[in-house]
C-alpha cells in the first residue's frame, strides 16, 4: 500500500486484547438495552480483530445498526466494507464502498479502501490464473506421458 494513502492503514492493525475486552465488556454490561454508539464501538473493535469469527460478529453487528438507523448507515458503510474486505468477501466490500463513495466521493477512508480491495483482488486473479496455468501444464505433461506410453506398447 502507498504511503499517498494511509487512511485504510488501520485495516490490518488489531486493538489489544484488553482493549477489545473493554467494549466487549461494555456491550454485554448493557444487554438487551445496548446503545447503538456502544454496538458500533463493539462492531469495529471486532471488525479490527484478527480472528475470523470476530470479524464476522462485527459485520453482523454493523450489519444490524446500518439497517435500524439511517443516521448511522453512512458510518456503517466504511466499516462493513472493511470487515467484507478481510473477510475475503471483495465483492460485497466494494459494493458497499462503492455505495459510500457515491454518497462521499471526496472519502479519502473509501478512496483508500477502494485501492486495497483492488490491489487485493488484482494480487488473487494473477494467482489464480498461475495457479489454473500451472495444473494446464502439469495435466499436458501428463497427457503427453500418457500418450507415449500407449504409442509405445503398439
Given at each position: 500500500m502507498g504511503s499517498n494513502l494511509p487512511y485504510a492503514a488501520d485495516a490490518e492493525?488489531?486493538?489489544?486484547p484488553a482493549e477489545l475486552q473493554v467494549l466487549r465488556a461494555q456491550f454485554e454490561k448493557e444487554g438487551e438495552y445496548v446503545s447503538i454508539q456502544t454496538k458500533f464501538n463493539f462492531a469495529w473493535g471486532l471488525i479490527k480483530s484478527s480472528a475470523r469469527s470476530d470479524q464476522q460478529e462485527g459485520v453482523r453487528l454493523l450489519s444490524e445498526i446500518a439497517r435500524s438507523s439511517q443516521d448511522r448507515r453512512r458510518?456503517?458503510?466504511?466499516y462493513?466494507?472493511?470487515g467484507n474486505y478481510k473477510l475475503g468477501n471483495y465483492a460485497e466490500a466494494r459494493r458497499l464502498n462503492e455505495s459510500l463513495l457515491d454518497m462521499e466521493p471526496g472519502n479519502l477512508q473509501a478512496s483508500s479502501l477502494r485501492s486495497l480491495i483492488d490491489d487485493k483482488v488484482a494480487r488473487e486473479g494473477m494467482m489464480g490464473a498461475a495457479i489454473v496455468g500451472g495444473i494446464a501444464i502439469a495435466a499436458g505433461v501428463v497427457g503427453g506421458m500418457l500418450f507415449r506410453g500407449v504409442g509405445r506398447k503398439r
Open positions: 492493525s488489531p486493538l489489544k458510518e456503517c458503510l466504511y462493513l466494507a472493511l
